[in-house]
Each structure stands twice: as C-alpha cells, then as structure tokens.
C-alpha cells in the first residue's frame, strides 16, 4: 500500500469521468493498452473491477462511485500542493523582521517603513537591534534580513552588497587634537576611546595595528548605540573610530570633527544578508529588493550621490 503510484489515480480519475478506456487514453497522453493496464492494477489495488463492460460503454461499479469525489480530492490537493502561489504586496501581511544597527534604525529605518507601507499596507514589520556575534546563529534566529558590516558575505549566507566606505577618527570640535590636520598615533593612544558595539565589527582593526607597534588603547565606553556614543563624545574628550558616512551625517547636527585615522585601515563594506532559506521566497526576495532601494538612495547612506535621488514611493 505505500507503493501506490499517483499517476495510477490519475488514470482512476479520468476513467471514471469519461467511462471509456480510449477517450481517457487521449486525455492522458498514453496508449490506450497503456491505461487497460492501469486499469487491471486499479483493480486489484482495490479488489472490485471498478468499470464493468456493457456494450461499448464501462460503467462504474458501486465502489468506483464510493472511490470517485475521495480521488478527486486527493488530487487537487496535489495539485495545490506543486502550484506557485502568485505574490501580491498589498495582500501581504508578514511577519518579517529586519535587524541592523541603530544608526540604521534611527536614520534609514523611517524612510523603509514608510516606501514599504505604500506597497504591502498589511505588512506586520518588527525591528531588532544587530550585534556581530549573532551572525552564527542567524539560521536559528527568527530574523529574516540583517543589514551589517563585514569583510564579505559569509559562507552558507546570502546577500546584497548596499556600499562600503572608510573609518575615520571622530572628536568633539573642541577636542585638544581637533584644530590639528592629522594626528599621530602617539597621540591617538594618549586619550581614552569610546566604542559602538553594535552593528558590525567597526575597530577591531586598530587594536591589531597598535598591537604590530607596541601600543594598545584604553576603550573607556563601550555602547550598543551611536546616538549615545556621539552625545558622550561631545561632553569628553574621547575619541571614536566610526564609519565615514556616520560622521558625516552626525555633523550635520553635532559640534563634532573627523580625523585620518594614523594606522593602515580597511575598507568597510555593508551588507543585506540573509539565510538561504529565505532566497527564493517571493515575499522576502520583494521585501529585501525595497529595502536596498532605500538604502541606496538614503542621504544618510554609504558614500550618497551629489544629488539624493527620492526613490518612487508609487512604483
């Protein structure tokens, strides 16, 4: 019994429609020797001939009417079971939930909320705030799109590249060293650090390149949040290595300034990564695509154009 072949309920099925063993051969693309054989297997599957001859006709036998709407049914739930479900934004309603760091939240998360509302209005979004050592366990997690940085995407993850740009060495503008062009890396050690711990792994770096000349820094504040980091920045004389573009950004609003970092520094590069479990999954394939339509026309974003463009929020 758990070798029984669909194919040969699909023969039941069209049997019983058409009760003629040469019109239900040309339905299903078969010769009609083809389906008398399934026939004679139908019926010792279910020990009753089914269809019995009458003239030139076949008429179904009081088991094959009993078997008739419970084959039909099964059917169509195969049927359901291998058809593609066409993805409709508007109907959509979630959940999906996005992780990043707050700088991502408190900048560029307002702008996704609103173009992503315009298109699925019933979508149930939910944020959580990012933090690196997460990353390993993301195919556990009920996350199901990270905006982060690192070197590149890691094996057994996808992604989507949003940018990338440097670190620099971020001040309050009336630090001692804010007046000077460049700063030494004497004089980077001299005063006590500050870092953001969320996000992505933005500094581990330095501690590597001042370790190669027998130097070390004092990391005094450790936040998961760059708007508390920055608003301490401004009342100490701690120094912070940030991305480019967040300096940047928080200048516009902050008496901060920005230095050349005095080591050798990398590139960041930014990412949307996301499990392969999710890859071809319609709804999140349409959700992470609006997501890095935001992002890469954010003014707040990884090395913006002269000239902001506003993405659609009707297309």
Not at 110 to 121: G, L, N, S, T, Y
Request: glycine share 4%; aromatic share 8%.
């Amino acid at each position: 019994m758990n070798q029984i072949n669909l194919n040969l309920m699909r023969t039941l099925q069209v049997l019983l429609e058409e009760c003629h063993v040469s019109r239900a051969a040309e339905r299903l693309f078969v010769t009609q020797s083809a389906v008398s054989r399934q026939l004679n297997q139908l019926r010792v599957l279910f020990a009753d001939p089914l269809l019995i001859r009458d003239g030139n006709r076949l008429l179904p036998t009081a088991k094959a009417l009993q078997l008739q709407s419970r084959v039909d049914a099964i059917l169509a739930g195969c049927d359901a079971l291998f058809s593609s479900d066409d993805f409709v934004p508007n109907l959509w309603q979630g959940p999906m939930v996005l992780a990043s760091s707050d700088y991502v939240a408190q900048y560029i998360l307002p702008d996704i909320v609103e173009h992503v509302q315009q298109k699925a209005p019933n979508l149930n979004l939910r944020y959580q705030l990012w933090s690196p050592e997460k990353l390993s366990q993301l195919p556990d997690l009920d996350v199901q799109l990270v905006s982060t940085m690192l070197p590149s995407i890691p094996d057994g993850l996808c992604g989507a590249s949003i940018g990338a740009d440097f670190p620099v060495c971020v001040m309050r503008d009336t630090h001692p060293l804010a007046q000077q062009s460049d700063i030494t890396v004497e004089q980077f050690v001299q005063y006590a650090h500050m870092r953001v711990s969320a996000g992505g792994d933005k500094d581990s770096f330095i501690d590597k390149e001042l370790k190669a000349l027998g130097l070390s820094r004092h990391v005094q504040f450790s936040v998961p949040f760059f708007s508390s980091a920055f608003q301490t920045m401004c009342r100490t004389d701690m120094l912070m290595v940030t991305p480019k573009h967040i300096a940047v950004n928080m200048q516009r609003s902050l008496p901060i300034t920005f230095k050349a970092l005095p080591v050798p520094m990398p590139e960041h590069r930014y990412w949307l990564v996301w499990h392969p479990k999710y890859d071809a999954d319609p709804a999140h394939r349409w959700f992470r695509d609006q997501v890095l339509l935001v992002m890469r026309g954010s003014m707040y974003t990884i090395n913006p154009p002269e000239k902001h463009y506003r993405y659609d929020l009707k297309s």
